[in-house]
């Protein structure tokens, strides 16, 4: 008999035999649900590659991505520079994850991610944005001594059972009860953190500086007025950067935008990751980890068993590297800045448009109550099916029609939230702002393609119920 040799896996032969079932092996295989919500709104496409702020499909046609991954796509697909090192670091063939040595790819991470925090000390890795905001709980509650975590409404935080304690969306949170002993108070409210520190029960408030969700700032003066009243009564304040920090709202940290605020502890993940290998940071002051790490025989008593991988640091210094050299801070703000310049012109152009708002690249476009009859009349009937099926009427044909990728920025939210890959520029933005000026010109018409999506989405929303 003739011997073949070893089989091996050919990767490329995989997915040339069986890519095309991608579909129906999720739908077997996984969230059954997906497909079907991917279907349901014709967004069932089939990508084939990527490169930057951009996908092409099988038969060659481009798309904008205006989502980077939920933010985690920070410098955009395989940027050369991330991809060489985690070449780099496979070749170099490290004795990764003995765990009973010291590597020099995390000390040089932390020594890197902390330069834009000169105020903080130490830093912890794990694998996800929801492990470093549960990284950050159990420090403050360990370090302090409290039990009660506070945030704020209609916050995201993560999924895991920590982080969803402090998740100020119920959708999320519904059915998964008992979690952490928390209390949510109002983005902004200096009076309900003041009363809710009052009971000295409190560890730490966890706050978005930009709440993913709907797109909302943290008012001016509260970050710092929070930090100042949380020392007085011995609390932390964390701020979770995971979808805010390295540069997308125009600083390296959205927390700098306020002079003077200075988090006990904050939380990065996403775009550290450079998109290819999963990771997260809690960067923290030496006091807190002294407590933590207060022996000998608590040296493990936080750790994760990938935390700190040579892949996932070197893509994390490769990053941080590229964001040094090509001024990824400084685009983002000007780049963010004429997209939401151009948006906000169209405010008082389309009655549909409410707001626009955001810092750097992560800007919210809120839609509202029109005052005619004609459409009025229309924006009854969706909201009266669920709220939220106008920004869905939106994003669909920005993709369908234009090809480009946005998403509903929350649950029963009209607001669309634009997250690209930092590194777009003034022609992606022109592309945007043409598709979504054409959208918002079929919206206002009454009549076309549109609002037949909108009927589907009705009675979709309906049978759900």
Not at 20 to 40: D, G, I, S, V, W
Not at 160 to 168: D, I, K, R, Y
Not at 234 to 255: C, M, N, P, S
Request: net charge neutral.
């Amino acid at each position: 008999m003739k011997d073949d040799g070893p089989k091996g896996f050919d990767l490329a032969r995989l997915l040339a035999e069986r890519g095309a079932e991608r579909y129906e092996l999720h739908t077997k295989h996984l969230n059954h649900q997906l497909p079907r919500m991917l279907r349901t709104i014709g967004f069932d496409k089939v990508y084939e590659r990527a490169e930057g702020a951009h996908f092409w499909d099988a038969d060659g046609n481009d798309y904008l991505d205006m989502l980077a991954g939920f933010g985690v796509m920070g410098l955009g697909r395989h940027h050369p520079v991330v991809r060489k090192a985690l070449h780099d670091v496979l070749d170099a063939s490290l004795a990764d994850l003995t765990r009973f040595d010291c590597q020099p790819l995390p000390g040089l991470l932390a020594e890197k991610l902390l330069a834009h925090s000169p105020h903080l000390d130490r830093v912890f890795f794990g694998n996800s944005g929801t492990e470093a905001v549960e990284t950050a709980l159990k420090f403050a509650r360990y370090a302090t001594g409290r039990p009660r975590i506070l945030y704020c409404a209609h916050a995201f935080h993560g999924l895991t059972t920590g982080s969803l304690s402090v998740n100020g969306e119920d959708g999320f949170r519904d059915g998964f009860a008992p979690l952490l002993p928390d209390t949510a108070i109002a983005l902004g409210d200096l009076d309900a953190l003041r009363r809710e520190l009052k009971r000295g029960d409190v560890a730490a408030l966890v706050v978005e500086p930009i709440q993913g969700k709907g797109v909302h700032a943290a008012p001016p003066g509260f970050l710092r007025d929070a930090q100042e009243l949380l020392h007085k009564h011995k609390a932390l304040l964390i701020a979770d950067e995971v979808q805010t920090g390295l540069g997308r709202t125009g600083d390296f940290y959205a927390y700098q935008h306020e002079k003077g605020v200075e988090p006990d502890l904050v939380c990065v993940a996403k775009a550290l990751s450079g998109g290819y290998v999963p990771v997260g940071a809690t960067l923290g002051k030496d006091w807190i980890f002294r407590r933590v790490y207060s022996s000998m025989d608590r040296v493990l008593v936080h750790s994760a068993s990938f935390g700190s991988n040579a892949q996932a640091m070197a893509a994390g210094l490769a990053v941080l590297a590229v964001m040094e050299d090509e001024a990824t801070v400084d685009r983002a703000r000007r780049t963010g800045e004429l997209l939401r310049d151009r948006l906000t012109a169209l405010v008082d152009r389309y009655e549909l448009m409410h707001e626009v708002r955001g810092r750097g690249l992560m800007i919210g476009i809120e839609f509202g109550r029109p005052s005619s009859l004609k459409l009025r009349s229309r924006w009854t009937m969706l909201q009266a099916a669920r709220k939220g099926l106008f920004a869905q009427m939106v994003v669909v044909p920005l993709l369908q029609k234009h090809r480009i990728l946005t998403q509903v920025s929350g649950d029963h939210l009209e607001v669309i939230k634009l997250i690209p890959p930092l590194v777009i520029d003034e022609s992606d933005v022109d592309r945007f702002v043409t598709a979504f000026t054409a959208v918002m010109d079929d919206a206002h018409s009454g009549g076309g393609l549109m609002w037949d999506f909108g009927r589907t989405l009705v009675k979709q929303a309906v049978a759900n119920r």
